[in-house]
């Protein structure tokens, strides 16, 4: 049975990446201005929103299994609304199998999600996936509240359509935000209490404004923001990596030096079939331009194993190429065929089994290299962006300008800029000891 009465409390659920989470967060605020207000936790919601990612398979099950889960021991359920990636690409399907969700909307609509909850409460379902995305930014409200570490997506969509992805479908073609747009947004997360900002895309270092503008432009104006100590950028595609972002890195101190650039493969023969419009030794010339401009610069990527056709010989050319990079953090996937993709209809799918164990192989390289990584940055000083407290008392955790998981005690506060002492590393983080907080 769905409810009849305006929602009071609301729970948004992310499952997607860091624009979901993004997403999440303004559906939040939209539903927050509505005069719902956020559930206590281990509390029932009377709304829930579910904002769901499309990227691997299993996500779509993922939905149904977590609306089941919605449903209450007296047989009735929470308003459902489904929103994310997999409400773009199966929105009708969702529809169909799963009566108790009223709400059905894409991440270019969701501004219209008050409109589709009064309808719900009259019992009226609804499906909006249509891609108006500036309309969206304009109709969501101002930004309130955020923690010391920001996100603001200034670009949607994709055009690149690797031959393994469905973003391109879910997310349609890229848009960028308006310069003015994107500094005034910024400006109120800084008075919002953000201390940091990633800018988010996509393909985010292709963001351009109507005047031809690039990333590094915008960069620019966000770090005379007053208050605004760290700019970071993710995703980026190795093929829009102009020589004016790569200077950024170099001249503008808030720009931190850490660069997510995924590669996906090691192999030109599967990197042609995924459809990535560069070879790896293109990708490692990039990344030599890179150091040469910030040679202290944390690189991270993304990866897919077990591509169709991906030979083991194919795979070593992975491993190898990690081992030249040196990567500070990585992703890595079993490749998950999705509907509609053309990889998905390729010939020679890999068996489970060995997608399996090349990933094993591939994520112990990766250890290994985070791990180098950490320690050579033992003895370094470095300033911590402080964003929660650690496990033990008096503990905090933070990032260091390399996005290292940072922990330390000390008379600090969150959202305070500190100057530490990198100590010790494990492998996936570092303890440093305190000097002195960092006037700003
Ligand atoms: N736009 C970004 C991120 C895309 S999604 C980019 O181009 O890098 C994040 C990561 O998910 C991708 O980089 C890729 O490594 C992984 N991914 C995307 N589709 C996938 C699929 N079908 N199977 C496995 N991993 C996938
Ligand atoms: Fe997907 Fe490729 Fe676009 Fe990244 S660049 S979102 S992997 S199609
Ligand atoms: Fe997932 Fe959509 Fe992001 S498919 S990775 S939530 S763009």
Known sequence: MRPTSPPRTYRVKSFGCQMNVYDGERMAELLGEQGITAAIEGEAADLVVLNTCHIREKAVEKVYSDIGRLRRPDGTSPLIAVAGCVAQAEGKEIMRRAPAVSMVVGPQAYHRLPGMIAKAVEGRRAVDV???????????????????????TVQEGCDKFCTYCVVPYTRGAEVS???NDLVAEARRLVEAGAREITLLGQNVNAWRDADGRGLEKLVEVLATIHGLARIRYTTSHPNDMTDGLIAAHRDIPQLMPFLHLPVQAG???VLKAMNRSHTADGYLRVLDRV??????????????VGFPGETEAEFKDTLRLVEQVGYAQCFSFKYSPR?????????????????????????EA???SQYAFNQ???????TVLVERTGRDPGQWLGKSPWLQSVHFSGDVAIGDLVEVELTAAGPISLSARLLEPVKS
Do not use: W
Request: aromatic residues 6%; glycine residues 6%; contains cysteine.
């Open 376 to 382: 050579a940055s033992v003895g370094q000083r470095c």
């Open 366 to 368: 990766l250890g290994v």
């Open 339 to 363: 509907p509609g993709t053309p990889a998905a209809t390729m010939d020679d799918q890999i068996p489970r089994e060995v997608m399996a164990e090349r990933l094993q192989r591939l994520q």
């Open 177 to 179: 935000r308006s310069f």
């Open 267 to 269: 192999n030109d023969r």
């Open 291 to 304: 150091r040469a401009t910030r040679p202290d610069i944390a690189l991270s990527g993304d990866f897919i």
């Open 130 to 152: 249509d891609m108006p995305v500036q309309t969206k930014f304009d109709a969501l409200p101002a930004r309130r509240k955020v923690g010391p570490s920001a996100f603001l």
